[in-house]
């Protein structure tokens, strides 16, 4: 990170004392994950005394990216989503190549099914097509090797909610070092104009919609545990609920069966992805929700988004819908 953050000519930068040498037990925090509010504390005390705009964390292995930025009216530091820290990268991007002539024929920008649809907005602001993968950053990496093969399309740039995100096909993964180098290029950009990150991502949401995202975690153990999963993806796939939090479900995709099921017409289709084991519903005023197993732990993660009318708004409509969700799958335990 500090020799990328050097050749770019940033020179105040500044690491946390306590955590500038590697120590693979990592003694200052609990868990040495970027997503975690806790594995800031040490930087973000730094941060204020050197009255810094931006706080980076990167996970050990350097593909995630964690994010605060100095709110100037309140004085606080402002917590990043991995989806808003990859919209800024994004639009960034994508603006700066329309400007400057640079995009390239038939551009693309790939997420995955669970990331913002903030990106869809961008995507189509500035006419590149917006393709959507399974959960996980290998099926982002999986895309650019096809449109390298096909000629169909040309990668621009390639997010995950979790925190990841990729800019150049050099690699087939998720890369917190261009993450960072994207990120402090963009705050650098807005500070020329006198605008902090979060001033950028307020003009983003009033430009495009006040989408919130959010995750919520059931962690079930034992051979009772996965069974109770079990049941929960099977009701939940036998019984799709009719709405959720007053909204509407419209359709419902079942990565599994490979089936898209319009809800007021009956009308099947294919999701035209490999067969995963992923319920998918499409709600109305552009909300979603999603449900899957973990893969590695015993954990069902259910996923959310809204647009709201404002932050608060959002927030509101993202609780409620967390909710009704919950309550929901667990009728099915």
């Given amino acids: 990170m500090r020799r990328v953050l050097k050749e770019l000519g940033f020179e105040n930068v500044y690491v946390v004392p306590e955590q500038e040498k590697p120590d693979g037990n990592f003694p200052t925090v609990a868990y040495p994950n970027p997503e975690s509010p806790k594995a800031f504390e040490l930087a973000l005390k730094l941060a204020k005394e050197k009255d810094a705009d931006i706080v980076l964390a990167t996970d050990p292995d350097a593909d995630r990216l964690g994010v605060y930025c100095k709110d100037t009216k309140s004085g606080e530091y402002v917590t990043f989503t991995g989806n808003m820290s990859g919209m800024l990268i994004a639009e960034y991007i994508l603006r700066e190549r329309?400007?400057?002539?640079?995009?390239?024929?038939n551009p693309a920008l790939v997420e995955t099914i669970v990331t913002t649809d903030m990106a869809k907005a961008i995507a189509k602001a500035y006419g590149v097509t917006l393709i959507e993968v399974l959960t996980g950053f290998k099926y982002i990496g999986e895309q650019i090797k096809w449109f390298e093969e096909?000629?169909?399309?040309?990668?621009?740039?390639?997010?995950?909610?979790?925190?990841?995100?990729?800019?150049?096909?050099?690699?087939?993964?998720?890369d917190a070092c261009v993450a960072v180098m994207m990120l402090c290029e963009v705050?650098?950009?807005y500070k020329a104009k006198n605008m902090t990150l979060w001033d950028?991502?307020?003009?983003?949401?009033e430009k495009y919609g006040y989408y919130k995202e959010g995750l919520e975690t059931m962690t079930l153990k034992g051979k009772d545990g996965a069974k109770q999963i079990?049941?929960?993806?099977?009701?939940?796939?036998?019984?799709p609920p009719k709405e959720l939090a007053?909204?509407?479900?419209l359709a419902v995709r079942d990565y599994k069966e490979d089936t898209r099921k319009d809800l007021s017409t009956g009308e099947m289709t294919k999701t035209g992805l490999p067969s995963s084991n992923v319920l998918y519903y499409e709600l109305s005023n552009n909300s979603w929700c999603c449900v899957r197993p973990s893969g590695t732990e015993p954990k069902i993660k259910f996923y959310f988004g809204v647009v709201g009318e404002n932050l608060q708004d959002g927030e509101a409509k993202l609780n409620a819908l967390n909710r009704a969700m919950l309550e929901y799958a667990e009728g099915g335990k």
């Fill in 98 to 105: 329309t400007s400057t002539n640079t995009m390239p024929e």
């Fill in 150 to 174: 096909t000629g169909n399309h040309n990668y621009v740039f390639g997010l995950e909610e979790s925190y990841g995100c990729l800019a150049g096909t050099y690699a087939r993964d998720k």
């Fill in 187 to 189: 705050a650098s950009w």
């Fill in 200 to 205: 950028a991502m307020l003009q983003m949401y």
């Fill in 230 to 239: 079990n049941n929960m993806m099977t009701k939940m796939r036998e019984n």
């Fill in 246 to 249: 007053g909204l509407k479900v």
